[in-house]
């Protein structure tokens, strides 16, 4: 069974099943705590990924899949807001790619390029891209 699997049937694995992941976690910088709170909470949902928490030592929110707080999101103050990061999560269905492109548009995104088959990457390459609200590359992807 895949994460994806695991994911979409609610099973949880025992911790010597589960696949490793290649990145464990990321944590971006936000000018705007509350800004990005909304944005990626409404733009996450469609994927299957929520918020988990906030309030975290560093003032952040965890945002993930059940069992997963794979993204984070903390308030600049000695370190500048993120800027540059391109950030890619994994998609259930190419309409899931599709809600999340009209969510982060609703609420503060910019489009980078709409959903769509991805050719320069592969035939089944199903994605869209937005700039969050400090401008950071943010993709939602199918494979499939």
Same mark, same amino acid.
């Given at each position: 069974m895949n994460e994806l699997q695991v994911v979409l049937t609610? @099973?949880?694995l025992p911790v010597e099943e589960r696949p490793i992941? #290649? #990145? /464990?976690?990321?944590?971006? #910088?936000v000018s705007d705590l509350a800004v990005s709170d909304r944005f990626y909470t409404a733009a996450?949902?469609?994927?299957?990924?929520?918020?988990? +928490? =906030?309030?975290? *030592? /560093? !003032?952040? #929110?965890?945002f993930g899949r059940p069992h997963a707080d794979d993204f984070g999101i903390?308030? &600049? !103050? %000695?370190v500048a807001a993120t800027t540059t990061a391109h950030i890619a999560f994994g998609s259930p269905s190419r309409a &899931? *790619?599709? /809600?999340?492109? +009209? &969510?982060?548009?609703?609420?503060?995104?910019?489009? +980078? +390029?709409?959903?769509?088959?991805? @050719? %320069?990457? =592969?035939?089944g390459?199903?994605?869209?891209?937005v700039s969050d609200p400090d401008g950071n590359n943010i993709e939602a992807v199918h494979h499939g």
């Open positions: 609610g @099973t949880v992941p #290649v #990145v /464990d976690h990321v944590t971006i #910088v996450l949902a469609p994927l299957g990924i929520e918020r988990l +928490r =906030s309030g975290d *030592v /560093d !003032g952040g #929110v965890a903390m308030p &600049a !103050g %000695e &899931a *790619v599709d /809600d999340f492109y +009209r &969510a982060a548009l609703a609420t503060g995104g910019e489009s +980078r +390029r709409p959903p769509g088959v991805q @050719t %320069e990457y =592969s035939e390459y199903y994605a869209a891209f």
